[in-house]
């Protein structure tokens, strides 16, 4: 099993992100979906980088595809 961050600026963003990952990868097997975006905590960055740093991520849970 492996793990994927999806980040995006906004709630809507992270989402978008998410659709956009997901239809880039058609070979993987989604395991699990941590639909609720999360929050990510205020750093430095956060602070300097104004509206397009990203704030909040959604996890995904999948496995690779057979490359067969």
Not at 30 to 58: D, K, M, W
Request: glycine share 6%; no cysteine.
């Amino acid at each position: 099993m492996k793990e994927q961050i999806v980040l995006g600026s906004n709630k809507s963003d992270v989402e978008t992100q998410l659709d956009r990952w997901l239809r880039e990868n058609p070979a993987i097997n989604v395991l699990r979906v941590h639909h609720q975006p999360r929050r990510e905590p205020h750093t430095l960055l956060t602070r300097l980088g104004g509206r397009n740093v990203p704030r909040f991520s959604i996890t995904v849970e999948y496995e690779e595809g057979d490359v067969s």
